[in-house]
């Protein structure tokens, strides 16, 4: 977290009403609908910000590979492994991927993997992000829309892993090998989640030994017990993943609102696991609440969007672990809980 954060605290807890109180009485499935940060258009900002995110980040990219409204497969043309990429970095020593959650479109996409990255190179850790832009975005006025996000979270796990194998097995070649580390955030952990199944079942994978470096969850959008050790995600974890890490907040107003309603279940990225004993061997949690400002407007768009309405305690902001910007720039604000994985890779040296 910057230092120079209370140069602008007073002045924002003084503004925050002017944010809040026009929307108080909007309904908490209100909220969840505008969590891909397009909930009025701002044209300039969101041309300006697309334009860059386009000319320098690399993506891969599922995006239309399924059906929104169904969470089916579009097959023909695509299938359960494919993918299309742009931009991605020959191969390096070190790469993260940044794995966005639900309720986010493309531009919102690249948005949160410039912000990641941002934030990294604002600790020192200059390394390629790469960004996977999946079919999130289902429709909020549709009754199953949860259910099929989750759906399509699963089905991007295979696309996502073959992507891996393949990086890792053409760096192999070259006689390069890379260290691959994830950032998930929100439902993004349930695509994480399915990665490791598939790598699981990847004879490249096995029969080359590869692995992850570390896995880094932020504010997951799954059950609390899923990473159980006794789980087969938890086994996949200790498998694997050298080094997972689960940064979570208990005041993340999406997870001890939306989520706990819905699924009748504590969310891993609000609590983490309850017993210790039931955590993986290499599992490590990170109670990152006083990492996240209890500001609104992540992205700095200007507009209250992803999970920003009744934003007034520290850890509240759903969409705050990978950073803030200045409203209506480009500027970073604030790490957010970025600096804790900064700190964590460093230690991993």
């Not at 390096?92 to 948005?111: C, F, N, R």
């Not at 080359?208 to 938890?234: M, P, Q, R």
């Not at 507009?303 to 409203?327: A, Q, V």
């Amino acid at each position: 977290m910057f230092h120079r954060i209370s140069t602008w605290l007073l002045p924002s807890l003084i503004l925050l009403p002017l944010f809040i109180l026009p929307q108080v009485q909007v309904a908490f499935s209100q909220i969840f609908s505008n969590s891909d940060n397009t909930i009025v258009n701002s044209p300039v900002e969101d041309t300006n910000k697309s334009a860059e995110a386009n000319t320098i980040l690399p993506m891969v990219s599922t995006r239309d590979h399924f059906d929104l409204a169904t969470g089916k497969l579009r097959e023909p043309p695509h299938n359960i492994t494919d993918y299309s990429k742009s931009g991605i970095p020959a191969c390096s020593p070190e790469i993260v991927i940044y794995v966005h959650g639900v309720g986010v479109d493309e531009s919102s996409a690249k948005e949160q993997t410039q912000r990641v990255s941002m934030s990294l190179d604002a600790n020192n850790y200059l390394i390629p992000v790469i960004g996977f832009s999946w079919d999130s975005n289902t429709d909020l006025h549709q009754k199953d829309w949860w259910k099929i996000a989750k759906e399509i979270s699963q089905q991007n796990g295979p696309k996502l892993a073959q992507f891996i194998v393949d990086y890792m097995t053409d760096c192999r070649q070259t006689e390069q090998d890379t260290i691959i580390r994830i950032i998930a955030h929100s439902l993004g952990a349930r695509v994480t989640e399915s990665i490791l199944a598939n790598l699981n079942n990847s004879q490249a994978w096995n029969s080359n030994n590869f692995t992850i470096k570390s896995v880094h969850f932020l504010g997951a959008a799954i059950d609390s017990k899923v990473a159980e050790i006794d789980t087969s995600f938890g086994k996949n974890i200790a498998h694997y993943v050298k080094n997972f890490y689960n940064l979570y907040s208990p005041e993340d107003n999406a997870l001890e609102t939306s989520y706990r309603d819905t699924e009748k279940e504590e969310a891993l990225g609000l609590v983490g696991i309850l017993n210790e004993q039931d955590e993986p061997e290499n599992y490590i949690s990170h109670n990152v609440e006083m990492e996240i400002l209890p500001f609104p407007d992540a992205d700095g768009n200007g507009y209250l969007g992803c999970f920003d309405y009744g934003i007034i305690y520290w850890g509240d902001n759903h969409c705050g672990y990978m950073g803030f910007k200045y409203p209506y720039s480009n500027i970073l604000k604030d790490d957010g809980a970025i600096n804790i994985i900064a700190e964590d890779w460093q230690k991993e040296l």
